[in-house]
């Protein structure tokens, strides 16, 4: 028998992975797919946040991460508006999963740990280093880059290619 066949429905590990995912990119899935190793349940979740001012919707978004996660059966899509620590309670889940890309990204994360974890003690936060050759990688970067028409195509999936030049109509060239 294996461990999680030996697990009671206690016990089960749900994790959820909250970000932006404006747009979902190669770092983003690669942190999904190690996630989904190693928890019973990943909840892929997309922070509905009202201050910024996303280029894809939180619905664009969820569809864009549920299409390029469709292969991962353990892995959910959802979003949310409220406190994580909230919403971890609501789904039941108990680990929250951080990717770090920099010793930058690690202080802030560290205080948002630390915060969730005095909100509610029973909540866990593991950090999952990315994978060097996409530790350069942001949404902010992708986003830059295909509005000036650049290529995308080894940066995100490409459903999230598709997306972006759907967003950004290519600039006309004005040297006349």
């Given at each position: 028998m294996s461990p999680q066949q030996a697990r009671t429905e206690h016990e089960f590990r749900i994790a959820v992975y909250p970000g932006s995912f404006d747009p979902v990119t190669f770092g983003h899935l690669d942190i999904i797919r190690r996630a989904a190793k190693q928890f019973d349940r990943v909840i892929v979740a997309v922070l509905n946040n009202t201050v910024k001012?996303?280029?894809?919707?939180?619905?664009?978004?969820?569809?864009?991460?549920?299409?390029?996660?469709?292969?991962?059966?353990?892995?959910?899509?959802?979003?949310?508006?409220?406190?994580?620590?909230?919403?971890?309670?609501?789904?039941?889940?108990?680990?929250?999963?951080?990717?770090?890309?920099?010793?930058?990204?690690?202080?802030?994360?560290?205080?948002?740990?630390s915060t969730n974890r005095q909100l509610d003690e029973g909540i866990e936060t593991v950090f999952m280093m990315?994978?060097?050759?996409?530790?350069?990688?942001?949404?902010?970067?992708?986003?830059?880059?295909?509005?000036?028409?650049?290529?995308?195509?080894?940066?995100?999936?490409?459903?999230?290619?598709?997306?972006?030049?759907?967003?950004?109509?290519?600039?006309n060239d004005s040297t006349t």
């Amino acid at each position: 028998m294996s461990p999680q066949q030996a697990r009671t429905e206690h016990e089960f590990r749900i994790a959820v992975y909250p970000g932006s995912f404006d747009p979902v990119t190669f770092g983003h899935l690669d942190i999904i797919r190690r996630a989904a190793k190693q928890f019973d349940r990943v909840i892929v979740a997309v922070l509905n946040n009202t201050v910024k001012s996303p280029l894809f919707s939180v619905e664009e978004r969820k569809e864009l991460l549920a299409e390029v996660t469709r292969d991962l059966p353990n892995v959910e899509i959802d979003s949310f508006r409220d406190l994580l620590v909230r919403y971890m309670r609501s789904r039941q889940a108990q680990v929250i999963v951080r990717g770090i890309r920099s010793v930058t990204d690690f202080e802030y994360e560290l205080q948002m740990a630390s915060t969730n974890r005095q909100l509610d003690e029973g909540i866990e936060t593991v950090f999952m280093m990315t994978n060097p050759k996409y530790s350069y990688l942001s949404s902010s970067i992708v986003k830059e880059i295909a509005k000036f028409n650049g290529p995308v195509q080894d940066l995100v999936p490409p459903a999230v290619e598709v997306a972006l030049q759907g967003k950004y109509v290519p600039p006309n060239d004005s040297t006349t």
